[in-house]
């Protein structure tokens, strides 16, 4: 059974940083694709950055240069560092990943984890 879990989402001032972090179980990340997600409740998801099981990283135009992606491969876990954080950030996070390569569609999701930005 797969299961991942966000975590670190927190009230964070305009302007300020937080690191999300995404913890697995039952997939291994060396070896698969992941992401990070964000929604605005009753919105789609928008895709923040994208990982290949080749480790090859995308970051949406919108957060290219204040967030970054980084993993802990003897933790499992995969984090997103969000920094100058503005209003717009303020979203629910999502950190989906697939076995292997991406095919189109994430095999797995987490439950997310809010991050509110206070200006």
């Known amino acids: 059974q797969v299961q991942l879990v966000e975590s670190g989402g927190g009230l964070v001032q305009a302007g300020g940083s937080l690191r999300l972090s995404c913890a697995a179980s039952g997939i291994m990340f060396t070896s698969s694709s992941v992401a990070w997600y964000r929604q605005v409740p009753g919105k789609q998801r928008d895709m923040v950055v994208t990982?290949?099981?080749?480790?090859?990283?995308r970051y949406a135009d919108s957060v290219k240069g204040r967030f970054t992606f980084s993993r802990d491969s003897a933790k499992n876990t995969v984090y997103l560092q969000l920094n100058s954080v503005t209003p717009d950030d303020t979203v629910v996070y999502y950190c989906p990943a697939s076995s292997g390569a991406f095919g189109g569609r994430w095999g797995y999701w987490g439950q997310g984890t809010q991050v509110p930005v206070s200006s």
């Open positions: 990982v290949t099981n080749t480790a090859l990283t």
